[in-house]
Every structure is written in C-alpha cells, then in structure tokens.
C-alpha cells in the first residue's frame, strides 16, 4: 500500500515534529491542551562538519543520506529531551519533492483524484509507479478563454526516499505517523489567519528554499543552493580565516559592522543578492499565474538571525519584511522567553509538524 505522506495522526495527545535537515536534526514536543499547543519538549543537534567537508552532511540535494548516523542521532536525541510520544510527524525537504502548479477545470474533490495520476504523468519526471503523489487545492481563477478554473499543487516523491525515511524512524525505535514537505509545515505556523500572500524565504544551511503562503495553505515554491553555508565559505575565502571562524564572526556582526568590519557585510552582500534575485524570481512567477500580489516577507531558517537581514531583504525588495515567529501560536514555559525570538527560525519547520492536527 502506498505511504501517503500527508496522513493525517489521529488518537495522541502528543506529538513529535522532527525536522531532519541537511546539517541538522530539530525536534519538538507539543501536547494537545484547550487553549494553544503547549511545548513540552525541545531539541536540535547540529553539525559544523560540513563547512570544511561539503561532503559531510545528514542528507544532501543529491537525495543521499546518512541512515545509520541519523537514526543514532534521533535516539540520542529522544534520551535527552525524555520525550514521552513515539508518533512522529516528520519533514521532507524541499529537494526531494517535485512540486507543480497545474490548472484545471472546476469538478468535485473525487473526480479530481481520480484523473490526477493522468495529469500527473505529463509533469513528473519519473515513472509513476516509482513515486507517491499527492495534490492540495490552492485556489480558482479565471483563464484566457473567462473560464473559472481550479490551481492544483502537485506534490511527488519518490518511493524509495519514503521507505528510507520509515526505516530510519522505525530503527529509531520511533512510530513514523505522516511526511509532509517543509513548505506546507512552514505555510502552516506562519500564515495562518494571514489573509495576504506572503513570501516565505527559509534560509538553511545549504539551501533556501521559497514559497508563496496563504492563510496556512502552500501555494507555490522554489529553491536555491546559496545559503548560510555559502555566506561563511565566502567570509572564510575573503579574510582568509578558518571556517569556523568565519562562522562565529558571521553570527556575531552580521550585516551590522562599521568601520573595519563593513568588509564583512560587503563579502556576504553578493550571495544574500542571489538569494533575493531567486526570491523575485519566485514572487514574479506565482503573481503572473494567480494575478495577486504578495504583501510581505517572511525569513525564517538559521540564516534569519543573521543580524541586518531584515533590513537589507526590505531596502532590495520594497516589501515589508519580519522574522518568524512561530512560537505566536505557541504555549511554552516562562523560562525560555528570553530565547524565543532567536529559536523560532530554527523550529519552524518542526513546530508546522507537531501542530498539523492540534
């Protein structure tokens, strides 16, 4: 039977959200309560090998990943943050879905589903016995000929990678509910109730992926290779320092330094610009196919705490522009409110997965 990754989890009261990235593992526990979802739980481990080793990384965009490390680090993991729930909502990245906007005529749910393997067929660049798909209706909109037509998401992914994924959480000894693609997790905690297209740039460490969101539905995406990881190689290079070094001053001053360190902002400036001329590239494309607009931008990811960023995406892309602040929607302990503000980027992804059903 196929894995449908969009499954819903029913019958818990607690949830795991576990978003393996390509460098790092995030997790959280929330528990189902009257009022928000409340935080019982949080962890990340993440690794720095990958900036002397590119090779050296969870998973990569080649759909290459480490099983037997990730299943050691997901139950070193789950020993340390004493998480009482084994049901698990995870994420798949972008990079190993193919997604496609699709236009077709107004008809009910059922008979959508049931011609949605043939359109798929024309899109996909794999045979269809070797992937799962899936679909999501993201709205209507009239076409050349004044004809009221529904805008489809097609969302697929390759077999192989679903069952990679069950063997890893079941060896981790962990019960593997649902996969959902990061973007509709994102959309999901940070859109909700937005009634405006936002612009969501998710800055990782060796990618960014972009959507369009809507009132915590996914509309549309994209994806580029220049990241986090790319701002601190071209540090490294430029000051001809260590990488780790090159990634303590990049968090440390960021796009702020003045004097003898505005040569800081100056060598990241160029690869944020590519990232922003992807993020135009995107917003151009889904405004010319739904005729909207979008209103604002989100960052999130680690390279939004990137201290100036907000500024500097604002001043190049005339859009307003807000870090993610996943934990709006969000109950937590008192303690932590200190660092909420700065850990809401890194657990987006994994806070979208643990609410989907709260």
Partial sequence: MAFNFLESIFGSN????????????KMIELVKTKGLPFLRNYGFLESYGHLERPNNAIQTSSLKMLENETVDLLKLMVKHTKSNSKNVVASLPSFSAFTTLLEMPLMPDGDTSKIMGFQAKQYIPLPISSVTIDWLRVGEKKNENGDRVQQILLISVP???????????????????????????????????????AL????????????????????????TDFAGG????????????RIRRAEDLKKLRGLTGTGGEYELSTLMMPILDVIINEAERVKNN??????????????????????????????????????????????????????????GPYLTVALGLGVKNI
């Fill in 286 to 343: 889904f405004e010319k196919s739904y005729n909207e607009s979008i209103s604002s931008i989100i960052l999130t990811g680690g390279g939004a705490n990137l201290l100036g960023i907000e500024k500097y995406f604002e001043d190049q892309m005339g859009l307003p522009v807000k870090k993610a602040e996943p934990f709006s929607k969000i109950s937590y302990p008192g303690e932590m409110e200190p660092i909420i503000k700065d850990l």
């Fill in 230 to 241: 790319s701002l601190t190689q071209t540090i490294s290079s430029g000051l001809n320092i």
């Fill in 159 to 197: 077999n192989e990678i679903i069952s990679r994924y069950k063997n890893i959480f079941k060896a981790a000894g962990l019960n593997l509910m649902a996969l959902e693609i990061e973007g509709l997790s994102s959309a999901r905690i940070l859109t909700s109730g937005i009634k405006d297209d």
């Fill in 14 to 25: 607690t949830y795991l959200g576990v978003d393996i990235g390509t460098t790092s593992i």
């Fill in 200 to 223: 969501i740039v998710d800055i990782g460490s060796r990618s960014t992926s972009i959507y369009v969101a809507q009132d915590g539905n996914l509309k549309f995406s994209g994806q």
